[in-house]
């Protein structure tokens, strides 16, 4: 979880706030890269930036949201 979070926060320059706030359905898998939209921003202006597949970053995160969720 530690490593997706740190993916998604130096790709996008995500605040704190941001990251968050970040829901699942905010990332959207499209095979060779990942879409994530970041909607409530400091700004107000919401973004979306693009994660494509350097080393293994889309293999950590599909492993991540295929792993079960503890309440």
Excluded: W
Excluded at 22 to 31: K, P, Q, R, S
Excluded at 35 to 46: D, L, R
């Amino acid at each position: 979880m530690i490593k997706v979070g740190l993916i998604l926060g130096i790709a996008g320059a995500c605040r704190t706030d941001e990251l968050v706030n970040l829901t699942v359905d905010d990332i959207e898998d499209v095979g060779s890269s990942l879409i994530v939209k970041i909607t409530n921003t400091k700004t107000k202006i919401p973004r979306i930036f693009v994660v494509t597949d350097v080393g293994n970053m889309l293999e950590l995160f599909r492993k991540y949201l295929s792993s079960p969720r503890q309440a």
